[in-house]
């Protein structure tokens, strides 16, 4: 196979490519296109010039279809562009100050001028609507492949719509295509007339990374049925490709298809390769090693991607190595790569090049003529409205063009049709370059290898290592925090890993846990057996309970370490974090498993609260690294104060079992980093992986005494622990009834006390989330699900009040509850579980008996079935409407999978609800007015509000976590703040100045150590 380019190539590639310059000349071209639309030309003129203009606008056009009413459209258009500054502004500003005053003209116009500026790049709102367009791409040499535009879809009925939508659509155009003959040279080799372009993601509302093979299925069984349809028509199908996320699973599914079929119809069966991902190249590679064992021919459309900014922002925010290529070239150079690869392999595949880039498709048609390929031996392929000189010149040459006609309505389109104008407008964009800012042929057909550096030429030569992996442990010199990956499951490493840790963990099931004291170990006479909630019978392990003895005898020994340990350097204990992390990141997926076991949290629920333990370790450590030594107050000539702090002394770590790991460590290690002992008391439910947890500082070096285990129930070991006057600190996270206590019992201060009690109280909430009016409804669903439903509810940040605004709540509680039918109920152990058990007996009947009320008092939307083999603590996310503002639904803490609908009339009343509660945790909206987000962000007091995404998973530094009221003291865990409430500041003053010398400050800094 060649691998790189042949030099004597480029002087046929620029020759081809300036007569396809030329022949887009000729067919108008040159202009600003396309042409006939003023909106639309102004519009990406504006853009161009200016990117406030460019955000605002498109945020804007998205937004657009969900308003109803034209002042809702005035209202949003004056929101999003009265404060842009630029080009634009004059013009604004008037169409601004008309709309104000009669916004029925403008509202109707920036409608028909949207619609007609979507009608550019989407073929028609239904097949039928379509079919004249076809026809005319057809009679000017073109063939087509259409795909429906749609909704995310969220529900097992939305995908059984979509499947159904394909099938008539097959069947219409099969019956409108009857006639359409093709002639000339191309027609020997032609492929089927009819060819649909699907999406996976359309046809499942349950696509899971945890596990593919069930993903595959569900897909399959609308897949099959519509390929077979296609088949029995002549038809020819294609599987785009989505995000970065998708890609494995979309390949995966291809092969599985493709082999239910005779190899002599598999090329009427198609996929992409995406050439902006680093990994396209090897994925090629063995596409085509695969298809050639199998002995059948594919197609493969080959485009350079759609999703690079989200992949680049998905993959940042998750700590994950970037899977697309940084700079164009690189991407470019990697197009040509895969197509001489592809048309090296010609037996085996029939190659469709899509790209709108004169210079990356003239490499090709050149390259396929060295190798003495005919036009038909091939395809190009473009996007319906984007490069239609293109399209014809090519056609012209004698090419077979063929374009992506999408087909929908305006609303379910407008994602495409954003995408569609943004792509126009980017800075590295073709089409800009050509079209917009007129660069010279030269430039324009350079070859992108030549434009690569030394290192980026041999990376995109050797692209093949797999994108995403583990973060290696902290190194020496890695300076700053940086979040640990959580698991990427797309991995079939991931996911094997995790299936050999469920196992290794299994093997390890019912074994006895002794109490920690002082380094001794003792076994005790009294056990606390801990169940698997999924399946009760099942003992994850047996752990020791302490006595009013071992209390005395654990703080005795905190005690006694305390001044040794908080004598000790800061370098010290700071690397003793970093080590139990590194421990904690080698063994994440086993720490996952007990997770599983014992708290019945499904693999990503587990996974996520392991990766935020690892992160404790390391940001408590580089925050003490960071006050750890003190600060001088003022630099003043003759004075020298320092700020600095010392220990508080022995802590009471009392921790919930909802996040064994995360809280239980971060309490733990914030309180050892800042050179406290510790006592800790794991929650009974949680009391093996506590018992682990201790194993864990005892290996990374924790010395004996400096941290304790003293297992049992929070009615005697807890209260005990917390009441005793030795002990100076309380970090308690859990319920409101059991914090509140802990607050009460340590203001009473015994006469031996060395110390007032400071108490770390987190507690519950009460959150709500607010659905406006204009919200985007596809991304709500998935967020209030997320939010809701995710371990059950039982996340002290968790939804429990959805409050819809308006109309807004008839369109999505249907949307909701089927959405809520598509979840699994199952063992959290099986990789495809979506909900799993409550915690306990107890817990169960606590929720069973709100859903009770529920049903008596309010209107149940939805409770599905929990299937009947399953003999855990289950019960179905549960959802009610109807729910008063102050019924026990909406005020008291489920903790459980239920959530109460509140429908109010306006924003004000909304926020009004949504702040009253004794809580105030988290909190969230979903709007797309900047009005409206302004004033949430301003009056939604809550400790942490989020707009526009899911309301829980809070990441260690990025979103310090804790509420106020009812939902504790105001500490911010993961916060820069936390450590100070582990610690006394002291300052200690030293007048410098000896007869009238005053040395240079400077020189005192070092005193500061
Ligand atoms: C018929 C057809 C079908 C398509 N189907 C799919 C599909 O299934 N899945 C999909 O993802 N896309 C698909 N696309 C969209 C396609 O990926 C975009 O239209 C394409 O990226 C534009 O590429 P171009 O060669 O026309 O333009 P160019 O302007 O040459 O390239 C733009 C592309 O370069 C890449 N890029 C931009 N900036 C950088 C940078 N700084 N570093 C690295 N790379 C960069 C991006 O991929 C960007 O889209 C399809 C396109 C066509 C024509």
């Known amino acids: 196979m060649t691998m790189h380019q042949d030099q004597t190539i480029q002087p046929e590639i620029e020759k081809f490519g300036r007569q396809i310059f030329d022949l887009i000349k000729a067919y108008g071209g040159e202009h600003r296109w396309p042409a006939g639309n003023n909106f639309y030309a102004r519009l990406m003129d504006w853009a161009m010039r200016d990117p406030v203009f460019k955000t605002q606008m498109f945020r804007f056009v998205d937004v657009l279809p969900t308003l109803t009413t034209s002042d809702d459209v005035v209202k949003h258009m004056v929101e999003y562009l009265s404060d842009v500054k630029s080009a634009a502004s004059s013009a604004l500003r008037t169409a601004l100050t008309v709309a104000r005053l009669f916004p029925l003209i403008p509202a109707h116009l920036i409608r028909r001028n949207v619609r007609s ?22 009679s000017e040499g073109a063939r087509f492949t259409v795909d429906i535009l749609g909704e995310a879809v969220v529900s097992d009925s939305e995908a059984d719509g979509f499947a159904a939508k394909y ?10 295509t009857r006639s359409w003959k093709p002639e000339g040279r191309l027609a020997a080799g032609e492929p089927p007339l009819v060819n649909l372009s699907v999406k996976i993601s359309a046809l499942s509302a349950r696509i899971q990374a945890t596990d593919p093979c069930s993903s595959v299925e569900r897909i399959l069984r609308h897949l099959e049925r519509i390929v077979d349809r296609a088949f029995q028509m002549g038809a020819a199908i294609n599987l785009d490709m989505e995000h970065y996320a998708l890609k494995g699973l979309t390949l995966e599914l291809f092969k599985v298809l493709t082999k239910r079929f005779e190899p002599e119809v598999s090329q009427r069966l198609g996929f992409v390769v995406q050439a902006y991902l680093r990994d396209s190249y090897s994925d090629t590679e063995e596409m085509l090693r695969w298809a050639r064992r199998e002995g059948r021919q594919v197609t493969i459309r080959l485009v350079k991607g759609a999703y690079w900014d989200f992949e680049k922002v998905v993959a940042t925010q998750k700590t994950w190595k970037i899977p697309v290529f940084l700079s164009k070239p690189e991407t470019d150079a990697n197009y040509e790569r895969i197509s001489r690869l592809l048309l090296e392999n010609r037996s085996v595949v029939y190659p469709a090049f899509a790209s709108h880039n004169v210079r990356t498709i003239s490499h090709a048609a050149v390259y396929a003529k060295r190798l003495g390929l005919e036009p038909g031996a091939y395809e190009f392929q473009m996007l319906y409205g984007m490069a239609t000189p293109i399209r014809r010149a090519f056609v012209k040459l004698g090419y077979r063009v063929r374009e992506y006609c999408p087909i929908g309505e305006l609303l379910p389109g407008m994602s495409y049709l954003v995408r569609r104008l943004l792509e126009n407008t980017s800075n590295e964009g073709f089409l800009r370059a050509t079209f917009s800012d007129k660069q010279s042929a030269a430039s324009l057909l350079v070859d992108p290898a030549s434009q690569l550096s030394t290192h980026q030429a041999v990376e995109s030569t050797h692209p093949a290592q797999p994108a995403a992996k583990l973060r290696s442990p902290r190194r020496e010199t890695q300076t700053c925090f940086i979040n640990e990956p959580p698991a990427d499951f797309t991995l079939a490493s991931e996911r094997s890993s995790m299936e050999r840790a469920l ?55 905190a005690r006694k370490a305390f001044l040794p340990w908080s004598d000790t350097s800061v370098a010290w204990r700071t690397d003793l974090l970093d080590r139990l992390a590194d421990q904690m990141h080698a063994a994440r997926h086993e720490l996952s498993a007990w997770e599983v076991f014992e708290v019945g949290k499904t693999w990503s629920e587990a996974d996520a609260d392991v990766v935020e333990a690892i992160d404790f370790c390391r940001y ?33 770590i009392i921790a919930p079992w909802n996040f064994p790991l995360a809280i239980l460590c971060g309490m733990t290690t914030a309180a050892l980093v800042t050179g406290n002992t510790v006592v800790i008391k794991p929650a009974e439910q949680s009391s093996v992986i506590g018992a682990i947890f201790m194993k864990l500082l005892r290996e990374a070096g924790f010395p004996d005494g400096v941290a304790n285990l003293l297992s049992g129930t929070g009615e005697s070991v807890g209260s005990l622990l917390v009441a005793h006057p ?3 600190l309380v970090a308690f996270t859990g319920s409101r009834e059991v914090g509140t206590l802990i607050w009460a019992m340590a203001a009473v201060t015994h006469r031996d006390q060395i110390n007032l009690k400071k108490v770390i109280c987190e507690m519950g909430g009460k959150n709500a989330v607010i659905i406006d009016e204009d919200a985007d409804l596809d991304e709500a669903v998935l967020g209030i699900i997320h939010s809701a439903f995710a371990y059950q509810g039982q996340k002290c940040s968790a939804l429990s009040r959805l409050i819809t605004v308006g109309d807004v709540g008839r369109r999505l509680i249907p949307r909701l509850t089927d959405a809520v039918a598509a979840l699994k109920i199952g063992l959290p152990e099986q990789p495809d579980t979506n909900i799993g058990p409550v915690i306990d007996q107890t817990a169960f009947d606590k929720v069973q008996r709100y859903v009770e ?49 509140l429908a ?18 988290t909190g969230g909206i979903y709007s797309r007015s900047l009005k409206n987000i302004a004033r949430i962000r301003r009056d939604f007091r809550v400790g942490n509000l989020y707009i526009n995404r899911p309301i829980t998973g809070a990441i260690v530094g990025r979103h310090p976590f804790g509420g106020f009221k009812m939902s504790g003291g105001g500490t911010k865990a993961g916060g820069r703040d936390y450590l100070l409430n582990f610690l006394f500041p002291r300052v200690v003053t030293e007048n410098t100045l000896r007869h009238g010398f005053a040395p240079e400050t400077e020189t005192l800094g070092a005193r500061i150590a």
């Open 904 to 921: 109010t009339q306006d924003l004000s009343t909304s926020l009004e609800i949504a702040n009253d509660t004794a809580f105030a945790l």
């Open 167 to 176: 099938i008539d659509l097959l069947k219409l155009l099969t019956d409108a």
């Open 853 to 901: 009320l529920g049903k008596r008092e309010h209107h149940l939307a939805c409770q599905y079935d929990v299937p009947k083999e399953l003999e855990g603590y289950y019960i179905a996310p549960t959802i009610f409407t109807e729910v008063e503002p102050r019924s026990s639904l909406a005020q008291e803490e489920i903790f459980g999978p239920v959530l109460a609908v």
């Open 620 to 652: 408590y450590a580089d925050q003490m690294r960071r006050i750890g030594n003190g600060h001088p107050t003022q630099n003043l000539p003759g004075e020298v104060s320092i700020e600095s702090y010392i220990a508080r002394g022995v802590a009471a």
């Open 726 to 728: 030795d002990v100076d």
């Open 117 to 138: 500026m979507a009608n550019i790049f989407i073929c028609g709102d239904s097949g039928e609507s379509a079919l004249p367009n076809l026809q005319r791409l057809w």
């Open 503 to 557: 196992t290794a963990v299994r093997g390890k099931l019912g074994l006895a846990y002794p109490l920690v004291l002082g380094g001794e170990e003792i076994f005790g006479a009294e056990q606390l057996v801990s169940v698997n909630p999924a399946r009760p019978k099942q003992v994850i392990g047996r752990v020791a309970v302490g006595t009013p003895k071992d209390v005395a005898k654990a703080v005795a020994a």
